[in-house]
């Protein structure tokens, strides 16, 4: 069994920095993608960023690409998501989720949170003045 263990989140000021780690529990990275997305109560869960489970491919969504940074450490199991520039419309609730995948599918990458097998508790990122 897979879990996804979330920490970070917070308060901040408009314009600062905050860091997520994603630690994962009873996998290794290398045989999943972790990704990242948000959620708001007036919108569908969001594609923030993804590190395929072959650590060579890092994609980010429009919204925050130039801001946001993955990145995963092998040795502690954990994937971070690093965030500076915060604005207030990055507040939300940002989840991390693996995808199990093969090895011929280390480089692919998936936006679509249903196709996701596991799932962190989610953390409260507020961006706010």
């Known amino acids: 069994q897979v879990q996804l263990v979330e920490s970070g989140g917070g308060l901040v000021l408009p314009g600062s920095s905050m860091r997520l780690s994603c630690t994962v529990v009873g996998s290794t990275l290398s045989s999943i993608a972790v990704t990242w997305f948000r959620q708001t109560p007036e919108k569908e869960r969001e594609f923030v960023g993804t590190?395929?489970?072959?650590?060579?491919?890092?994609v980010y969504s429009d919204s925050v690409k130039g801001r946001f940074t993955i990145d995963r450490d092998n040795a502690k199991n954990t994937v971070s998501l690093q965030m500076n520039s915060l604005k207030p419309e990055d507040t939300a609730v940002y989840f991390c989720a693996a995808r199990i995948t093969d090895r011929y599918s280390t480089n692919s990458y998936w936006t679509d949170s249903s196709l996701y097998h596991y799932w962190g508790q989610g953390t409260q990122v507020t961006v706010s003045s």
């Open positions: 590190i395929t489970s072959g650590g060579f491919r890092i």
